[in-house]
C-alpha cells in the first residue's frame, strides 16, 4: 500500500484547507485510514481517523471543526479543516491499517505542510 497526500498550504486564521490521501496497490487490505500531524518540536499526534464503511473517531483538537470523509474509490479519503487556528501548523500525515495475509500491516504517507498565519 502506498499513501498519497495532498492539499496542504497556507491559510489564515479562521480559514480552511482540504488535505486529501489517494491509496494504491493492495487498497482492498486497507481497515481504516487516519491523518496524524507533527507540530515543530512535538511528538506526532493522532488528529482523526475513518473505516471503510464510515466510522469516525476524532481528536478533541479536531472535533467540530476538521471533517473526513471517504471518497467514492476505496482507499482514497479526504480532510476538510474548518476555523483553522495558528495551533494546526504542522505537517499532517496520511496513515493506513490493513491486513496483510492475517497479519495487521501501517502504512504512511510522506507529509503535507499545512501552515496558519496571517
Known amino acids: 500500500v502506498q499513501l498519497q497526500a495532498s492539499g496542504g498550504g497556507l491559510a489564515q486564521p479562521g480559514g480552511s484547507l482540504r488535505l486529501d490521501c489517494i491509496a494504491s496497490?493492495?487498497?482492498?487490505?486497507?481497515?481504516?485510514m487516519a491523518w496524524y500531524r507533527q507540530a515543530p518540536g512535538k511528538e506526532r499526534e493522532f488528529v482523526v481517523s475513518i473505516t471503510p464503511g464510515g466510522a469516525t473517531t476524532y481528536a478533541a483538537s479536531a472535533k467540530g471543526r476538521f471533517t473526513i470523509s471517504n471518497g467514492a474509490v476505496k482507499g482514497t479519503m479526504y480532510l476538510r479543516m474548518d476555523r483553522l487556528q495558528p495551533e494546526d501548523t504542522a505537517v499532517y500525515f496520511c496513515?493506513?491499517?490493513?491486513?496483510?495475509?492475517?497479519?495487521?500491516?501501517?502504512?504512511w504517507g510522506l507529509g503535507t505542510q499545512v501552515t496558519v498565519s496571517s
Open positions: 496513515f493506513a491499517l490493513a491486513n496483510i495475509l492475517d497479519k495487521p500491516e501501517t502504512y
Open positions: 496497490g493492495n487498497v482492498d487490505s486497507i481497515n481504516g
